[in-house]
């Protein structure tokens, strides 16, 4: 059964670091691109990019260049997002998700929150 | 970039009624080469992450009821519930593939019942 584990809720200051992780079991994690999800509250799906953990290949939207850093460790089958100074404007649900053989989103992680607040 | 719409923002359907969804983006989905559409149809209920429902445009995943159907070609597409299920109270997103691994998500459709 193919699995993706997040870590747990997050509540950090504007400015502050962050990493969140993304575990993936029940398949070959080298070889599917893993996907980064935001979802704002009471907000819409937004893509943020996706790392193919056996190369480290990785693709941002242009929303998100910049902003966020996708990393993995394909030796520990994990996906990481990370901010090096977080604002109030990235408190949100940040999903993981596998790309299927087809391209699409198959397989979602249960979602991290992420509250940023003075 | 390609863009997804939907419309509507919104509906209510009674129960045991039709649910139609439709989605449109900004350039042809269809690729030529295997004539697939690269056009995926998630379902998200609160506090719970998305479900894919429909990808290829109308291939249903596995499991998914057989009351939930796509179709469409190009840049059109529709979701139908056929008959709307108390259960089917969510919100319905298309997505793009066709640039994968880079993704685009429609802005949402939130469906309840009337």
């Known amino acids: 059964e193919v699995q993706l584990v997040q870590s747990g809720a997050e509540v950090k200051k504007p400015g502050e670091s962050l990493k969140i992780s993304c575990k993936g079991s029940g398949y070959s994690f080298s070889n599917y691109w893993v996907a980064w999800v935001r979802q704002m509250a009471g907000k819409g799906l937004e893509w943020m990019g996706s790392i193919y953990p056996g190369d480290s290949d990785t693709r941002y939207s242009p929303s998100f260049q910049g902003q966020v850093t996708i990393s993995a460790d394909k030796f520990i089958n994990t996906a990481h997002l990370q901010w090096s100074s977080l604002e109030a404007s990235d408190t949100a649900i940040y999903f993981c998700?596998?790309?299927?053989?087809?391209?699409?989103?198959?397989?979602w992680g249960q979602g991290t929150l992420v509250t940023v607040s003075s | 970039d390609i863009v997804m719409t939907q419309s509507p923002d919104s509906l209510a359907v009674s129960l045991g009624e039709r649910a139609t969804i439709n989605c449109r983006s900004s350039?042809?989905?269809?690729?030529?080469?295997?004539?697939?559409?690269?056009l995926a149809w998630y379902q998200q209920k609160p506090g719970q992450p998305p479900k894919l429902l429909i990808y290829w445009a109308s291939t249903r995943e596995s499991g998914v009821p057989d009351r939930f159907s796509g179709s469409g070609s190009g840049t059109d597409f529709t979701l139908t519930i056929s008959t709307l299920q108390a259960e089917d109270v969510a919100v319905y997103y298309c997505q793009q593939y066709f640039s994968t691994p880079l993704l685009t998500f429609g802005p949402g459709t939130k469906v309840d019942v009337k």
């Open positions: 998700a596998r790309h299927a053989d087809t391209g699409s989103v198959g397989d």
């Open positions: 350039q042809s989905l269809l690729y030529s080469a295997n004539n697939k559409n690269y």
